[in-house]
Structure formats: C-alpha cells, structure tokens
C-alpha cells in the first residue's frame, strides 16, 4: 500500500532546477533512506512533501500524514520543550494536543519538559525534532539529517527509538542522510540522489555492497 | 537619452519667465524639493539606510542661512555656509547614529528631527515658534525668475555631484556594501566612512536647498519643516527611483504638480475647507504603497528597463542592485 | 515628598499609554518582523471614535470598547496592505505602514475634522500618601496593569498564544508544524491594532488628540520597546513607565519645555549602546 508517491517532480528556484523528474514512492510502514551529497536536491524533496516548496511539474501524493523534522532541527528556541511538542500537535485540535504519549515514547524527554529547547544540546533537540513530529501522530515521519553534528552515542540512541517506533507503531520513515553508512543499515530500501535526480534504487543491503555507492558515499574513512 | 537631456534643460531654462507668478513659485519649491530627494536617493540607494528626517537638514541649512544673514553676514556667504553647516551635522550625528540599522536608524532620524524642532520651537535666538523673520534677500536678486534659476543651478550642481558619486570608486563599493556589507568589509572597503560621507553629502544637498528657501521666502518657523516633510522626500525618492540621477527630479515633478493640482482641485468652490489637505494626504500615501508595491525600483529604473528591453540593452547596474534588494 | 509621588503616578499613567503603544509594536514586529509606523494611528482613531461615540449619546466603557474593537480591525487592515502579498521584506513593509499612517491622516480629517479632540475620562482627583493626582490616571493604570497580565496569560498559557509565540521564534519551524505564518502575522496586527487602540482611549481624556498625534505617540511607543529589542512586551512596560516618569518629573521640576527631548535621547542612546553591543553588520545581515 503505497503512503507517499512522487512522480516525476521537478521544482525550479529562480531559474536553476533544484529537482528534475524525481520519483520516489514508501508504502505503508517501509523505512526507506534517500542519500546524496551536499546540494542535491534531497532537502528540497522534503519540503515538496510538506507542501513547503511547489512543484513546477510532477506531482506529489500523500496518502495519510506526514510529519517533517527538519534538516538542523529547527526547535521553537525560546519555547519550553512542552510548548515545542504541544505547537508539534497544532494540526489536530486542541484535544490532540496532549504530550504525555510523548514522554512515554522518548523518556529522555521527560526531565526537560520545562527548559526552553534553545538550551539542550543537539542530541536533546533533535530528540524535540522528532517527539514535535510525531505530537501529528504522523503515518510517515520525514527526517532530513538525522545524525547532522550529533556524537555517535548519541545518534545510535536515535536511532534505536526509531526502530522501535517502527516495529511497536508501523511508522513509516523517509531517512535523509548524508551518513549513508547508517542510513542503509537502518533502512530496507534507499534512493541515492545526485544533482537532482535519482541515480540509483534498490535494496539497502544491495546497494550498501554497490561498487558506486561505497565509492561515493561509504569512502574509506568510515571503515 | 542625450537629445532627451538637452530637451530638459531647454524646457526647465526657458519656462521661468514664462510662468505666472503662483507657477513660479511651484517651478522653485520643485528644484528645491527635487535637491534634498537627490540626497534621501543617495542615502537610500547607496548606503541602503531610510532617513526620516531629512527635513532637519533642509531646516538645519535655512536656519544656518537665516540666522547669519539677519546678523549682518552677506547672504551670499550665508547661502555657502548653510550647506557646510548641515554637513558638519551631519556628521556630529552621523558618527554615532549611522552605528545604527534599519528601522532603527529610521526611528533615530526621526527623532533628530523632533528634537531639533522643539530645540527651534523653544529657542528666542530662533524666533522660537513663531519663527525667524527679516531675513534679506540674495544679494542681486530682486524677483523670483532670478530665484528660479538660483534653484535651478544648484539642482544642476548636485545632480553633477551625485553623478560623479555614483561613478565613483566610493559609489561602486558602497554598492558592494549594499548587497553585502560583510563582504565589502573584509575586503578592505571603508564601509562606515563611505556611509558618513554619503550621508554628510545628502544633508548638504538639504542644506543647500535649505539656504536658498530661506532667502527666497524671508522667513521661517519650526512649523515649516514637519516631520510630514522628511516623509514626503522619502515618498519623492521612492516614486522617482532610488540611487538614480533623474529619479529624484522625477519623483519630485510627479508629486509636487500631482498635489498642486489636486490643490486647485481642493480649493475649488463647493469643496470642504479640509479638501486640499486630505486629499495631498492620500496622494501621498497611496503613491508610496503603490510605488514600493507595484513598482519598487520607481518611475525611472522602471521606464529604462522598459526601454532597454525594447532596443535590447542591458540594465543599468543600479536598477540590478535595487532588483536584488526589492 | 508628596510633590515627588504625584509626579510618579501621573508618570505611570502616561507611561502606561506609552507602554500599551510600545506593546503593540511588540506584538506585531515579533510575529512579523515589521516595524508598524501605522501604530499611533490606531490610537488617534480609537480615540475620535470614542470622543463620537460618546457624543452620539452612548455609555462610557461601550464606547471605549467599540473602539478598541475597530482599531482591531483597522489593525487587520493594515497587516493586510503590509504582509498580505507574499514574500514582502519587513524593510518594504515599514515604508507600506508609513504610507498607511500618512493615509490615515487623510481618513480622519475627513471623518473627524484636523482640530484636537478629547473626552472627559473619569473625572475627580484622588489623595493619595498626601499627592492630589488627577483620578483618571489611576484608571489608566489600573487598566494597563490587568491587560499587561493578561497578555502574558496569553502568549504563555493558550495554544494560539504560543502559536504566535513559534511564529516569533522560528517562521520555518511553524511552517512545518502547520501554523499559518501570515494568519498568525494578521492576528499579531489585530492585537497591535488593540492595543493601540486602548492606549488612545485611556489617554486621550488627559492628553487631546490631533489626527498627527500618531508620530509622538509611535515614536514614545517605540522608546519605550526599543529597550527590550522589540521583543519582549514585559520590558516595553516597564520601559513606557520609565519613560512616563522620567517626563513628568523633568517637566515637575522645571523643565517641562526639554521632556520630549530627554524622552528622545534616552531612546537613542539606549539604540546606539545596543548597537554598540550586537554590531552593526549582524542586523544588517538579519
């Protein structure tokens, strides 16, 4: 059952084409990764999701919802973690508001529920990111960089929340990351992106063995 | 453009006799007009900074003018002195406030201005509000042609300057800095100096004008210069088209014969009292939002670029500059 | 001594109108980053209205409260002409509310004549701690004080409060939640309309208004928020009461000609030391 389907989108900025004919599709409680390098044209991608940028051609189906955490996380800085997670809620009402299922989920979260999100540290916020996200009790959560400027301990944390989000919830994840080691270990399937295309597709375990995708993206300072 | 130029100067020299008087008198409030928004186009278009209170200038340099001229300096000195004068303000204010950004510095020169005026309100060696009186007229100049063609020389004179400014190396990295001011810096462009200086040149445009409107009218008061004033130079600016040559010259033409027509049109018998006022008022208004909505390069750039786009040539670097802003 | 506490309290009264002036500068610049020059015209209209109203027979407080409501809306109005087109720069949209508070000026001298206007407030002078101060500017505090209060309820304890709040904090991140940036932008203007519009009818029954009253008000307003960055509505309170004070003093005791300008150079050099601190090019860059 397919929850997110782009076909051929194209998405211009003033002139230079950011996207050109992308296609790209996640069914219902898949983890796929997209990879690319700086500039391809991935966070662009996820902002023709979330309806931030419109497509020039092409067209982009969501079916069911859809929650973004943004590339550099993007807290609210000067709001508490609460109020972060509860504006994460602003789609459903009032009465889909409630944090408490959040703090279950991510535990961690708990103890900073009062401080103001600008004051945690990265790993802290990427942890509001993504409870902000899943307050629209998403069908597919979008996370653009993922492990971006966090420890390694802590990214290895993240992660396995996800994982657990996906097996106790179904939740559906769209992975962009530039550490593409990490992202096809997590996921099952993974685009690779290139200059605002898609060059490549498959099985994550096959293209993790992919002569140009170690190449490119697996180089040797990883082993 | 060179015949168009030379038609201009034909028409603007030859129209002063021609005139009546109530005309002339709206030929020389033009020139001086269009002489301070030379200035508000530098400030705005080169150093990228909002003045709204230019007015201070204009009145700093008329009551410079006025003040030596009633204390017995010959007028003519006076008028030389008043633009020197605003221009040393300028910079005793500028060195501190032009620190300052934005609406910031758009509050600051505002409130220069209202200090300024309630310093002249208060002062008895100014008149006080009821103003500064007997001031002489220009040595030499008898009627009002001769003072049509005093405004008319220096509008020339600093209309030249402002070209030769914008040529200049200090123009060309002004315009760098307007784009990115952090760049402009590190590469060793005196950023803050080149900012004084434009802003320092603009209040002596003002302040020449200034002079020449106090010898012309013989009289001034605080109320001559409301902060209304300083607004109606930005909206000048902006209609013409900011950091180009004729744009002030053109903003101010199109505003002042629009509010003095809608005048005669207020005046007219069966019309309210408050008619002339409300009605300049909107003008006003409505040609600034429109300007910097619709047209926010103003009526030059604009009618350029249309005219370059039909004989294929390029745009001028100053409606790219205003383009990359806007 | 008693001298001494009857200028304060007459200060916080005017403060207080600076401060709900200043506040709504606040409300909207943090929401959508415009300076609203238009502010003081709410206030000038809100004013005329009631001093109509009032004249048409209607009761005191009914009447005050229909004119905040339509400084609102005028608020709404001018958040729509400033921000309604997308994309516009808030350097483009301070010059749109310029134009809208000279075109203001149009509307209410055809409306209400350019001659200054006033209504009696609430009348009697009150003693208090041996000071006689003129009672309506008690009421002028005690309104601002709960409305103070009320607004960080607002901005700390509701959703929509908050909600506005994020648009502040971060527009991109209140995209992505789904928050209407521009909605919440015309809410911020409705709220500064509001409030400019509650400073102009508890002033005006002990300050006249003139339909260019505006440019003193906006620019006491924006001294008295210029203190805390523009940002924080808690700091234009007490900087508008500050200020307040500091005029009815320096005019107690004599120098009642220079109070505009201390107010002036207060708030420039409270600018200019910020500037000093932050750095020029940091704003510029914004």
């Known amino acids: 059952m397919t929850l997110v389907d782009v076909s051929s989108l194209t998405v211009r900025y003033s002139g230079a084409t950011a996207l050109d004919g992308v296609s790209l599709s996640l069914d219902k409680s898949e983890m796929v990764a997209l990879i690319g390098a700086n500039g391809a044209g991935k966070s662009t991608l996820v902002k023709a999701l979330s309806g931030l940028v419109k497509a020039d051609a092409g067209r982009v189906t969501v079916d069911g919802r859809l929650a973004q955490v943004p590339e550099g996380r993007e807290v609210f800085a000067d709001l508490s973690v609460d109020d972060n997670l509860r504006l994460g809620g602003w789609r459903n009402g009032r009465r889909g508001r409630d944090t408490s299922a959040i703090y279950d989920l991510l535990p961690a979260l708990g103890p900073l529920r009062r401080r103001d999100a600008g004051t945690l540290s990265g790993g802290q916020q990427q942890m509001v990111a993504i409870g902000r996200a899943l307050m629209a009790r998403p069908d597919v959560l979008v996370i653009d960089e993922l492990s971006l400027g966090l420890a390694p301990l802590v990214v290895q944390s993240l992660v396995d929340h996800l994982r657990t989000l996906h097996r106790e919830r179904g939740l559906a994840l769209l992975l962009i990351e530039q550490n593409a080691r990490l992202a096809l270990s997590l996921c099952s399937r993974a685009y690779v992106m290139e200059a605002g295309r898609i060059v490549l597709v498959g099985d994550a375990a096959v293209l993790a063995s992919d002569e140009r995708v170690t190449a490119a993206y697996l180089g040797g300072h990883y082993e | ?326 | 001594m008693s001298d001494f506490l009857g200028y304060v309290l007459t200060g916080l009264g005017i403060g207080a109108g600076f401060a709900l002036v200043g506040s709504g500068l606040v409300a909207i610049y943090r929401v959508t980053g415009v300076v609203n020059f238009a502010q003081g015209a709410f206030a000038v209209i809100a004013a005329m209205l009631t001093s109509s109203l009032l004249t048409a027979g209607l009761p005191h407080v009914l009447s005050e409260s229909l004119a905040v409501v339509v400084a609102a809306v005028v608020g709404v109005l001018v958040g729509v002409v400033a921000i309604g087109k997308p994309g516009t720069d808030p350097g483009t949209s301070l010059i749109v509310t310029l134009g809208l508070g000279v075109f203001a000026y149009a509307v209410e001298i055809v409306l209400w004549g350019d001659q200054p206007r006033s209504f009696p407030g609430l009348s009697g002078v009150a003693t208090i701690g041996g000071a006689r101060i003129q009672a309506h500017y008690l009421l002028i505090i005690a309104v601002t004080v709960p409305v103070f209060a009320a607004l960080a309820l607002f901005f700390t304890r509701t959703d929509l409060g908050k909600a506005l709040s994020a648009c502040a904090s971060n527009k991109y991140a209140a995209r992505v939640v789904g928050i209407d940036v521009r909605r919440m932008g015309l809410l911020a203007f409705a709220l500064g309309g509001a409030l400019g519009g509650l400073a102009g009818v508890l002033t005006t029954p002990v300050q006249q208004v003139t339909f260019d009253s505006d440019v003193t008000l906006i620019v006491n307003g924006f001294a008295a928020a210029v203190l805390g960055g523009l940002t924080r509505p808690a700091v234009a309170l007490a900087g508008g009461l500050l200020l307040g004070v500091t005029q009815t003093l320096i005019a107690g005791y004599g120098g009642g000609a220079y109070q505009l300008e201390v107010a002036l150079l207060l708030m420039l050099t409270v600018m200019i030391v910020q500037a000093a601190r932050t750095g020029p090019v940091r704003e510029a860059a914004r």
């Open chain 2, 1 to 326: 453009m060179k015949y168009l130029l030379l038609a201009v100067v034909v028409v603007t020299l030859a129209l002063p006799p021609l005139l009546p008087e109530k005309q002339l008198a709206v030929y020389i409030l033009l020139g001086l007009a269009a002489t301070v928004t030379a200035g508000v186009s530098l400030l705005m278009g080169y150093a990228g900074q909002v003045s709204l209170g230019q007015a201070a200038f204009y009145a700093i340099g008329a009551y410079a003018a006025g003040l030596l001229s009633v204390h017995g300096v010959p007028s003519l000195i006076g008028l030389l002195l008043a633009p020197v004068i605003a221009a040393v303000a300028a910079v005793l204010l500028g060195a501190p406030l032009l620190r300052l950004r934005g609406h910031h510095l758009a509050f600051a020169t505002l409130a220069v201005q209202l200090i300024l005026l309630s310093l002249l309100g208060q002062g008895t060696w100014a008149g006080g509000a009821i103003g500064l009186q007997g001031i002489p007229r220009l040595s030499g100049l008898k009627d009002d042609i001769g003072y049509a063609y005093v405004v008319w020389a220096v509008l020339a004179i600093v209309l030249l300057i402002s070209r030769n400014v914008v040529a200049s190396r200090a123009g060309r990295a002004l315009r760098a800095a307007a784009t990115s001011e952090t760049a402009a810096a590190a590469s060793g462009v005196p950023v803050g100096g080149y900012r004084l200086a434009v802003f320092a040149l603009s209040a002596a445009f003002a302040g020449l004008a200034g002079g020449v409107y106090a010898f012309y009218l013989g009289y001034l008061a605080p109320g001559s210069f409301p902060v209304l004033l300083s607004i109606e130079f930005v909206v000048m600016a902006v209609v013409g088209g900011l950091g180009t040559i004729a744009g002030p010259v053109v903003g101010a033409a199109v505003i002042v014969l629009l509010v003095q027509f809608l005048n005669e049109l207020g005046t007219q018998p069966g019309m309210p009292s408050y008619a002339p006022s409300v009605l300049s008022y909107a003008v006003y208004a409505l040609l600034l939002i429109v300007a910097v909505r619709y047209m926010p390069k103003g009526i030059v750039p604009t009618a350029r670029r249309l005219a370059s786009r039909s004989s294929r040539a390029a745009a001028s670097p100053s409606a790219e500059l205003l383009e990359e802003r806007a």
